[in-house]
């Protein structure tokens, strides 16, 4: 049975997570979060919120700082996952943010693009900091795994199903940031990084755990088979010198400034 299958937890995009296949499947997500890490700089003593928390392996490394850190996730079970971990985590949806000035940072590592309303979600980042507060955050950029999606597509059509409907936000560093100078923040970096990024359980791990959004519209005993056949159609990926697979992730980093 696959993190899909699980009744245990729903979360933003209709995502069903499993903390022990996440950390299996997706356990390098936590780890590609040094370099937004350090744009964050947290210091001793700040109240940072960490907006999509996960099982909270990048919160314990933030509160390392000595920063005091709260974690907000929308899925109970890596919610769970985070507070064994010590990680003062609640369950949240991040598209209705409930704190109001107490937060020195907000802080995101690859979760922004599950939250489909990026207005709201900026209204309640905003309403989180105080004044001059900062956001930093790391998220999929325009073009964002293009290559895995075209095949899930290519893989539903040549199974008799039409191509799924639903799609990431994944915007443009320009889109990005005339959207936080809409909502009251002063950009003060934002690129977008292409970042190929070894899969360690390979293209089938990535679809069981990332994928579910793009198939859950199909019966389940298809999904398997979609599955398996985008991961054919994607056997000729880039791969790195120890033969993982390399998924065409494009990183959007941004750091911004309540006004
Ligand atoms: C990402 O981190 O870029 C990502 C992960 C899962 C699905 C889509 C994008």
Redesign the pocket.
């Known amino acids: 049975m696959s993190a899909f299958d699980t009744p245990a937890a729903a979360s933003a995009a209709g995502q069903h997570w499993n903390a022990q296949d996440y950390a299996i499947d997706a356990g390098f997500?936590p780890l590609l979060g040094g370099a937004v890490a350090r744009l964050l700089d947290p210091r001793a003593g700040e109240r940072i919120l960490d907006l999509g928390c996960g099982d909270g392996v990048l919160t314990t490394e933030l509160a390392l700082s000595g920063a005091r850190i709260t974690g907000v996730d929308a899925s109970p079970e890596l919610v769970i996952a985070a507070r064994a971990r010590g990680v003062d985590a609640q369950v949240m949806d991040g598209h209705a943010l409930a704190f109001d000035g107490q937060f020195d940072a907000v802080f995101s590592n690859?979760a922004l693009?599950w939250m489909g309303n990026p207005d709201r979600v900026l209204e309640g980042v905003r309403r989180a900091l105080r004044p001059g507060g900062r956001f930093v955050a790391e998220?999929?950029g325009h073009g964002?795994?293009a290559s895995i999606v075209a095949a899930v597509q290519a893989a539903r059509v040549a199974h008799g199903h039409g191509t799924s409907t639903f799609q990431?936000y994944f915007p443009t560093a320009e889109a990005y940031a005339d959207r936080l100078r809409q909502h009251g923040f002063q950009v003060q970096l934002i690129e977008t990084l292409p970042r190929p990024t070894p899969l360690p359980t390979g293209v089938a791990g990535w679809l069981r755990v990332?994928a579910a959004p793009l198939l859950d519209d199909l019966p389940a005993e298809i999904r398997a088979t979609v599955r398996s056949a985008a991961t054919t159609l994607l056997d000729d990926l880039p791969r790195n010198a120890q033969g993982q697979a390399l998924a065409d992730?494009v990183r959007l980093r941004v750091l911004a400034r309540r006004r």
Request: no cysteine; aromatic share 40%.
């Open positions: 997500v690859a693009h998220f999929g964002n795994v990431w990332f992730y």
